[in-house]
């Protein structure tokens, strides 16, 4: 079964910063849509950032101006700069392949998934 492997979480206090890396296999081709997603305890998986293999990107409200999506696509590698963390970024993060170059903010639109890193973010 192919996986991203993500890397990168952790504990910070709040108005920290964070990076995570979401490395993929070569079969996943560097053109494809990719993106981040988290989930909270007892809540639904949300969408935060995606980034076409063009480059254009696009953020969840919630992230805007705090958060940076870039890729390496010599790497074929995935980042998520996250800046000025509040208690609300809590939550385990996973990134996620398409196969297609379009992306989604829907998570059932995505074919490969990492195994997710926890973020945590104290007050």
């Known amino acids: 079964q192919v996986q991203l492997v993500e890397s990168g979480g952790g504990l910070v206090q709040a108005g920290g910063s964070l990076r995570l890396s979401c490395a993929a296999p070569?079969?996943?081709?560097?053109?494809?849509?990719r993106a981040w997603f988290r989930q909270a305890p007892g809540k639904e998986r949300e969408f935060v950032a995606a980034?076409?293999?063009?480059?254009?990107?696009d953020y969840a409200e919630s992230v805007k101006g705090r958060f940076i999506v870039s890729r390496d696509n010599a790497k074929n590698t995935v980042y998520l700069q996250m800046n000025s963390l509040k208690p609300e970024d809590t939550a385990v993060y996973y990134c996620?392949?398409?196969?297609?170059?379009?992306?989604?903010?829907?998570?059932?639109?995505?074919?490969?998934w990492g195994q997710g890193t926890q973020v945590t973010v104290s007050s």
């Open positions: 070569e079969l996943i081709y560097r053109s494809y849509a």
């Open positions: 980034i076409r293999g063009i480059g254009t990107t």
């Open positions: 996620a392949a398409a196969q297609t170059a379009v992306y989604s903010t829907d998570y059932q639109k995505y074919s490969y």
